[in-house]
């Protein structure tokens, strides 16, 4: 079930969706048998170069909306309409590009407390190793002096 909230975004965005596409490349508005003279200029441009992602899903379910507008002022547009796309895709590729860069400077830093946790877990292994071996000549020495207690006392005993 939809909420109140939920139906007051839904309906802003198809409004806001219908808002762009009537300023969209192919309308009207640019028709030269309506308009005669009437081109879209530098800042219709950088608006098509904007809303770009928006009309290429709308273009493939109708032919009334394009993605560029063919009747306009040359130059101006094209310009207008690059910086338009920039604004809209480049800004996404800088981002991806710094992230990866972040990415990659997170998993050198993991990879280097990964190496320090090994490190750390290879000495204590050797420690433990060590302190081992030491244990067994500790238990041997034990060993040898018992046996020499042993016989000491069995030798007094056997004496009286």
């Known amino acids: 079930m939809l909420t109140k909230k939920?139906?007051?975004?839904?309906?802003?965005?198809?409004?806001?969706?219908?808002?762009?596409?009537?300023c969209a490349p192919g309308n009207d508005r640019w028709n030269q048998e309506i308009n005669p003279g009437h081109n879209a200029?530098?800042?219709?441009?950088?608006?098509?170069?904007?809303?770009?992602?928006?009309?290429?899903i709308v273009s493939l379910f109708t032919k009334d909306v394009g993605l560029y507008e063919i009747n306009n002022t040359?130059?101006?547009y094209n310009l207008g309409f690059v910086i338009g796309l920039l604004l809209s895709i480049g800004g996404?590729?800088?981002?991806?590009?710094?992230?990866?860069?972040?990415?990659?400077?997170?998993?050198?830093?993991?990879?280097?407390?990964?190496?320090?946790?090994?490190?750390?877990?290879?000495k204590a292994w050797l420690d433990e190793t060590a302190q081992?071996?030491?244990?067994?000549?500790?238990?041997?020495?034990?060993?040898?002096i018992e046996e020499k207690i042993k016989k000491a006392l069995k030798e007094w005993a056997d004496k009286q």
Not at 6 to 22: E, F, P, S, W
Not at 100 to 119: A, P, S, T
Not at 132 to 144: D, P
């Open 74 to 76: 040359g130059w101006a």
């Open 132 to 144: 081992a071996e030491k244990k067994k000549e500790w238990e041997e020495i034990a060993s040898r």
């Open 92 to 122: 996404g590729i800088r981002s991806t590009v710094r992230k990866k860069k972040q990415r990659k400077y997170e998993w050198k830093e993991i990879g280097d407390k990964v190496e320090e946790k090994v490190r750390e877990g290879v």
């Open 6 to 22: 939920q139906y007051l975004v839904t309906g802003i965005v198809l409004l806001l969706t219908l808002t762009v596409l009537g």
């Open 41 to 56: 200029g530098f800042w219709a441009g950088i608006w098509h170069g904007v809303i770009i992602i928006i009309t290429f």
